[in-house]
């Protein structure tokens, strides 16, 4: 999945070119291609589909060179996860009636790669023979209100588990109580599912959504499905696949992990797995000169050098045209910060 704008991560994640075509770790390759390169390992290229806006398919054509287009699947407008993976599932179907397939976010950070691949076939192998939507679970090491939680029902026999109950982000002191039953699993956004077991859950739980897309059966992978799509798609539901699928079906489980996850969606996360100096601060630029400066994020281009003082608990994101200074412990006001700048100024900024 590889059309969200990341709003969280403005100024450098705009509109017209969001999170998953930065190269936000400073490595010189995006997180788009980082994701690409890591699922090279479970299935080969021709099996890799991009689910992305149209105004995006360059993008990918840019930064996945040899990427053939018959491997984007572009949305005309945007209506969240559930209709973007419906349409795929559709469509990957009419390719292969008894497909597995892999549903992951193109803007998150794996370190454990191993540790990654080894959790997907296993996934995998579940969901070919069982009647299963899998869901990965991420072994919760602190505990985050900003994470959606899993509650699963242990048992010894397996590795993959029952899920009980899908829970929104919860308060710091739910958030402790989860952490300390060892029950709970965040919510990273990866599926595993058979083509067949998750188009059935979207007639059972999203009759809606399922006929626009059933509509369309034989004109899949046609020269007509664009025209049909373009029709249809914005009648959609904007819903995620969460609300839509995953929180109502009764054969959903999980399978823990611990692989390095971040969802890298705010810049303290950012800040939390990048190098930082003594004084806890990480840098992405030419040069840093800091004095009595600690706890900040600091990220303006690479031929920019930065002089700060005496500044602590801080955001700094130059992005050529934007200059953002912001406190960390407010950096969930940035998304509206965003729209503000947009409404003032125009979208062009958003």
């Not at 397939?101 to 454990?112: E, N």
Request: aromatic share 12%.
């Amino acid at each position: 999945m590889a059309g969200g704008v990341g709003s969280r991560f403005w100024p450098k994640s705009r509109n017209n070119f969001p999170k998953q075509f930065i190269d936000i770790l400073g490595i010189g390759k995006s997180l788009l291609q980082l994701t690409y390169e890591r699922f090279l390992k479970v299935c080969p290229e021709e099996n890799i589909y991009f689910l992305t806006n149209e105004i995006y398919t360059d993008l990918i054509k840019e930064q996945l060179n040899g990427v053939s287009d018959k491997n984007i699947i572009s949305e005309p407008c945007r209506r969240n996860t559930a209709p973007c993976i419906a349409y795929a599932a559709f469509k990957i179907k009419d390719l292969n009636p008894n497909a597995n397939l892999v549903v992951a976010p193109s803007d998150h950070l794996i370190l454990k790669e191993d540790v990654f691949i080894s959790k997907i076939e296993k996934a995998l192998a579940f969901a070919e023979h069982n009647d299963a939507l899998v869901t990965l679970g991420i072994e919760p090491t602190r505990p985050d209100t900003g994470y959606g939680y899993i509650k699963y029902l242990k048992s010894s026999a397996t590795e993959i588990f029952k899920v009980e109950q899908f829970l929104e982000k919860p308060t710091l002191e739910k958030a402790k109580a989860f952490l300390a039953t060892n029950e709970y699993v965040w919510n990273a956004g990866i599926f595993i599912w058979n083509v067949n077991a998750l188009l059935s859950g979207f007639k059972n739980f999203a009759i809606e959504l399922y006929s626009v897309f059933e509509r369309g059966e034989r004109l899949y992978n046609t020269d007509d499905e664009y025209v049909f799509i373009k029709e249809n798609y914005p009648k959609c539901e904007n819903i995620s696949i969460d609300f839509a699928l995953m929180e109502k079906a009764e054969n959903v489980y999980t399978l823990p992990g611990d692989f390095g996850w971040s969802d890298l969606g705010t810049w303290a996360s950012l800040h939390e797995v990048m190098s930082k100096d003594a004084s806890n601060n990480s840098f992405g630029g030419k040069a840093a000169f800091l004095q009595d400066t600690e706890n900040c994020l600091i990220q303006i281009p690479k031929e920019k050098i930065a002089v700060i003082k005496g500044l602590a608990n801080y955001i700094v994101v130059d992005d050529g045209e934007v200059l953002m200074i912001y406190p960390k412990n407010l950096e969930q006001e940035v998304k509206n910060v965003s729209a503000s700048v947009a409404d003032s100024l125009g979208e062009y900024y958003q």
